[in-house]
Structures are given as structure tokens and as C-alpha cells.
């Protein structure tokens, strides 16, 4: 298979800094987007609502803009997703947590998540000091789990029945990647 064709098969997807130009696009998803289906998948549990205006999200969203911790997830140079990670205190200690989402369902299924997962994984290890990086995810969410999977993620945690959504009891899942771990 030519280069040319390979690249027509498999779009390019990157992880790119967030910019203050991603905050209205943001705030489209997480507050114009109420019953969005990216929600039913991301702590559905958790049921908040938000309501804010985007001069209140941008206001708390900005001094995040800068820290490197949050980035957005582009195919073909469209924005798509949103990753971000946060370390576990106490700073220094070496545990950052991940989280990700891609926003349309369209997308899903394509390995988009995976690739993207993959960079921010490596990213997170080259930027910082991390030894260890978690994922939180539900037991419901078995696309993250496989998709975390199969990037080297394994459970390293589980609570039975600790989310309830949707009439069911859920577990809460921790999945885990050691630096020494990265091919």
C-alpha cells in the first residue's frame, strides 16, 4: 500500500495546545450541547448541568489555558476532543491522572481516542515527572477501557458498584501505566 493511500485510510490526529480560540468551541460542547452523547459516557453518574454563561466558563477556563495540563484532540486539523491531565497530590509524588473525550459520536470507533490517548501518554511523560498515570472510567464506558487497554493501561483498581446511573449499579475502574512501561 502506497504512503498516499495509507494516509487517505488513517486521518492524522494530534494533540494540541490549548488556546484561548478553543474556549467558545469548548464551551459549545460542554454547556450549548446539553444532552450531548459524549456526557452519557464521561461520569454520566454525576448528572451536573452547566449552566454558565461563556463570559463565566472562559473566566474559570483561562488561567488553564497556559498550563499545558489541557489540550485539544484535532483530525485532519479539526477539533474533535479535548484530553487533560492533573497530578495527584501530593505534587512531586509522580501520579498524574488522565482524562479524554472525544465530543462527536461520529468519530468514535475509529481509533481517534487510542492515537490521541497515545500521544498525551507520551506527551505527559516527557513534559513532567510522572512515574505513574492513571484513568478513571466506569464500568459502563467499555470503549475507554479497550481503548486504554490497548495502549499497555491496565485495571489497577476497581469498586464494585460505586456509580449509579441509568436504573444500574456500576463499578468504578482505574486503569494504570507505569513510565518504565512505554516501549
Given at each position: 500500500?502506497?504512503?498516499q493511500l495509507k494516509r487517505l485510510l488513517i486521518p492524522?490526529?494530534?494533540?494540541?495546545?490549548?488556546v484561548e480560540d478553543d474556549l467558545i468551541w469548548l464551551w459549545h460542547w460542554n454547556v450549548e450541547v446539553p444532552d450531548a452523547e459524549?456526557?452519557?459516557?464521561?461520569?454520566?453518574y454525576f448528572g451536573d448541568q452547566d449552566n454558565r454563561s461563556y463570559r463565566e466558563f472562559a473566566r474559570d477556563w483561562r488561567p488553564?489555558?497556559?498550563?499545558?495540563?489541557?489540550?485539544?484532540i484535532t483530525v485532519e486539523g479539526h477539533r474533535c476532543g479535548f484530553v487533560n491531565r492533573f497530578e495527584i497530590e501530593?505534587?512531586?509524588?509522580g501520579w498524574w491522572e488522565l482524562g479524554l473525550v472525544i465530543f462527536e459520536p461520529r468519530l468514535w470507533g475509529q481509533g481517534i481516542g487510542r492515537r490521541a490517548l497515545s500521544t498525551w501518554t507520551r506527551q505527559t511523560f516527557l513534559e513532567t515527572s510522572a512515574r505513574v498515570l492513571t484513568l478513571t472510567t466506569w464500568s459502563g464506558n467499555t470503549r475507554m477501557i479497550r481503548c486504554a487497554e490497548q495502549l499497555g493501561?491496565?485495571?489497577?483498581?476497581?469498586?464494585?458498584?460505586a456509580r449509579e446511573w441509568d436504573g444500574r449499579r456500576w463499578d468504578s475502574i482505574t486503569m494504570s501505566l507505569l513510565r518504565n512501561q512505554i516501549a
Open positions: 500500500m502506497t504512503t492524522q490526529v494530534d494533540v494540541i495546545p490549548l459524549w456526557k452519557r459516557w464521561d461520569g454520566p488553564r489555558v497556559r498550563t499545558g495540563d489541557r489540550a485539544i501530593p505534587v512531586g509524588g493501561y491496565t485495571v489497577t483498581g476497581r469498586v464494585p458498584e
